[in-house]
């Protein structure tokens, strides 16, 4: 079977397809994305007896012991009604222990500023040995090392592709952005904190990573006059408004990411 390549390439930035190979499941009568990450699936399930597949709530995809670093363990359920923090993570990845000293600082300011926040890590790690060498280093909880069937059941939920990569969570278990990475960066004394998307940003060096994950507006402007960056937010927001709206009211994310960049 040939596939017309305007189609494929329409495909590809409908799913913000990053790296191949990739499996997406879809609702046929609604177009809805059952899961992302179908290669998961279909290797934790071989047989179909989960099938059709449908997205489960976190709260049920959690469900069952935590670890802290010193071996203590705690029930998921002692998450309920705070913002969590997803986070794929391993200690062979030099961005992720790099993220990780700085989420640390994060997790204690946002502490510190009377938040219910919690983060768990979901470990990427290749043996229970390096898992426990840089969870040492973590001051929040873990999905045991041991348990890859819930550790793989979360990479499936959020379609995780990369590490590192922060899910935030709403009190609810509703997602507010997965863009957490970007946003531990960015707002290093965590003041916009729970970080939920805005329209239209401006185009730094540590955003520029989602300039990979999809089509993107990139409006750029005179970066000697200082009102025209904020100008040209005001002129895109309007259009980046109702374009998530329109998309929201689908329960599907926006085609498009907004930016302004002034350098």
């Not at 993570?89 to 997790?107: F, G, K």
């Not at 507010?176 to 970007?182: A, F, K, M, N, P």
Request: charged share 25%.
């Amino acid at each position: 079977m040939s596939i017309d390549l305007e189609v494929m390439l329409k495909l590809w930035n409908k799913y913000r397809i990053s790296n191949i190979p990739s499996l997406i499941f879809i609702e046929a009568s609604t177009g809805k994305v059952v899961c992302r990450n179908g290669l998961l699936l279909i290797r934790d399930d071989p047989e179909g007896l989960e099938f059709p597949w449908g997205p489960k709530p976190f709260s049920e995809v959690i469900a069952g012991p935590l670890l802290r670093n010193n071996g203590q363990s705690q029930d998921s359920s002692t998450l309920e009604g705070s913002y969590v923090g997803v986070y794929f993570s391993a200690h062979w990845c030099p961005p992720c222990r790099s993220l990780t000293r700085v989420l640390v600082e994060s997790y204690r300011k946002i502490k510190e500023l009377g938040q219910k926040f919690e983060i768990v890590l979901v470990s990427a790690d290749r043996s229970e040995e390096s898992f426990k060498q840089y969870f040492s280093e973590m001051p929040w909880l873990a999905v045991p090392y041991i348990d890859e069937a819930r550790r793989s059941r979360l990479n499936r939920l959020y379609g995780i592709q990369g590490i590192p990569n922060l899910i935030i969570l709403d009190p609810k278990g509703e997602v507010i952005t997965r863009q957490g990475r970007v946003e531990v960066l960015h707002d290093i004394n965590c003041k916009e904190f729970p970080w939920h998307p805005k329209p239209v940003v401006e185009l730094t060096e540590l955003n520029a990573v989602q300039l990979n994950e999809g089509p993107c507006l990139v409006l750029f402007v005179d970066s000697e006059d200082e009102g025209e960056s904020e100008a040209a937010k005001q002129l895109v927001q309007p259009i980046a408004e109702k374009i998530i709206e329109q998309y929201k009211a689908k329960d599907e994310e926006a085609p498009l990411l907004f930016f302004v960049a002034s350098e």
